[in-house]
């Protein structure tokens, strides 16, 4: 009954007239985000972040909050629609969404989605309401160590996580870290890689960083590879789903709740892992598997449950422990950082409207987008058709006034700009930015950590082995390294032969 009573605080947190304006308007943004194709959650939170600092912090949290779950409802409108994916996470329904509408079906794929997204978000967000309180009974007991441990970890399970090479992560962890270093010494004061710089003292703020390797950056691609699909224009009827496709959905759906939550809570996992793997779920437990990619609804129903899912499981580590699961959880501990709420198993503690509240509304926003997507379907119809040439110059004067008006420094444009054409570069070559603005956050989380460890234990490092809970995690991260890097030799070792008889 506490958790309930708890959760009750947090309605009244959120049921206030500028929360709710704020959470409409988060969702209104993500929604719009997710069916523009090009821009994707992590871009437009980045561009929104300055933005966000003038209000109080739960506002703050809300609008972010809603923006990120809001993206991935919008997301199918346009897998469904245009065959371009707004996110990343709706890369998977175009494979059944689009065969769908082509076959006259558009309504049913769209009802699906959302009505499958609002199951799999109420789901969630019960877990995460159950879960959270206890995973900060046990946080409680962590110090400097386990925290470490935990850090570690994560960015073990990232290297798992990332669609490419493990190895071009780890180097986009380790740069992450490294630029997370710069300015001053945490401990002693001193500069560290400013070059005698008085701009690079206080560090890389992470809002020009992450607005030019994911806003800048993602103009330029866009402009360069943009493919523009033909907008479905036939009038879309029946958004209610059949008797038969409940039929086909309702066992996708719960599965991809579930799949969806559990990879959200895992380091480096997310909405793109989840749908990736409730479609290759679905197939493999399908007794038609030749129908996956000729518009069966099932491949439309899990996927976009489980990315949806994963926003409320990812927001456990982020409430409960501080600690982000993947590149958007990142932003929104940063913006928790920036506006001087420290996160961790204290926040429900310290800050109760905090953290209650974002959790309230989170089924606040499930609802209202519930009511965005289906009757508003035609007006995103006609968003799919702005012209390009006018949209994207429009995010760029955003990126440019968004990272000035935070601390009214050209420097800091010229940062961004750096990191946007550098973003841009290192994505061409195939390496993936999210290890890097997480590595980024957490790196001095990170650092913060070790050195509280090393001065509890007198400069010894069997500390981390003499604590059991820490021990158990390092073990883990370690045997998860060990079979990372035998898997990545027994693939070389399987491709050699190959190279050779070709040659």
Not at 241 to 251: K, V
Request: charged share 10%.
């Amino acid at each position: 009954m506490d958790v309930l009573g708890q959760l009750a605080a947090g309605f009244g947190v959120i049921l206030t007239p500028a929360n709710l304006y704020y959470c409409f308007l988060g969702s209104l943004v993500g929604t719009l985000v997710g069916v523009l194709p090009g821009i994707g959650p992590l871009a437009a939170l980045s561009l929104l972040l300055p933005f966000t600092f003038t209000l109080p912090p739960v506002a703050s949290l809300v609008m972010l909050a809603a923006i990120f779950y809001g993206a991935m409802y919008g997301g199918s409108t346009t897998s469904i629609l245009v065959n371009i994916p707004g996110e990343a996470a709706s890369v998977v329904t175009c494979l059944d969404g689009h065969e769908m509408a082509k076959q006259g079906r558009a309504g049913a794929a769209l009802g699906i989605a959302a009505i499958g997204s609002f199951i799999a978000g109420t789901l969630s967000n019960i877990g995460l309401t159950l879960f959270s309180p206890v995973l900060v009974a046990v946080a409680l007991r962590f110090g400097p160590p386990e925290y470490f441990a935990i850090m570690i970890l994560g960015f073990v399970m990232t290297l798992y996580m990332v669609a490419g090479s493990a190895l071009k992560a780890m180097v986009m962890l380790a740069l992450g870290v490294f630029l997370s270093t710069v300015g001053m010494d945490i401990v002693n004061g001193a500069e560290r890689f400013t070059f005698g710089s008085v701009n690079l003292a206080g560090g890389f703020d992470l809002v020009p960083v992450v607005m030019g390797l994911f806003g800048v950056s993602e103009i330029l691609l866009n402009v360069e590879q943009f493919a523009r699909g033909e907008v479905f224009s036939r009038r879309i009827r029946r958004l209610l789903p059949t008797f038969r496709d409940w039929l086909d959905s309702w066992a996708p759906i719960l599965r991809g709740s579930f799949l969806g939550f559990g990879l959200g809570v895992l380091p480096g996992g997310g909405p793109v892992t989840a749908s990736f793997l409730s479609y290759a779920v679905e197939r493999r437990l399908s007794r038609r598997p030749e129908r996956f990619g000729h518009g069966a609804i099932e491949g439309v129903a899990g996927p976009e449950s489980a990315n949806n899912a994963a926003v409320a499981g990812s927001m456990i580590p982020l409430l409960s422990l501080g600690l982000p699961s993947n590149a958007v959880t990142a932003l929104l501990l940063g913006a928790l950082i920036i506006q001087g709420v420290q996160p961790g198993p204290m926040l429900m503690v310290q800050r109760p409207e905090i953290f209650w509240g974002v959790i309230a509304s989170l089924y606040v926003g499930n609802v209202m987008l519930l009511i965005l997507n289906l009757p508003l379907i035609g007006l995103w119809v006609q968003l799919l058709r702005v012209p390009y040439r006018i949209l994207f110059p429009c995010v760029l004067l955003l990126t440019v006034i968004g990272t000035y008006s935070v601390n009214h420094n050209v420097f800091d444009v010229w940062v961004m700009i750096g990191f946007g054409l550098a973003g841009y570069v290192v994505r061409k070559l195939g390496y993936e930015l999210a290890p890097l603005v997480l590595a980024m956050v957490l790196g001095p989380l990170l650092e913060q950590a070790l050195r509280q460890s090393l001065i509890m234990s007198s400069g010894n490092p069997a500390i981390f082995m003499t604590r059991p809970i820490a021990a158990t995690i390092v073990l883990l991260a370690a045997a998860l390294a060990a079979v990372l890097v035998l898997r990545g030799k027994r693939l070389a070792l399987a491709a050699q032969p190959t190279v050779e008889g070709s040659s």
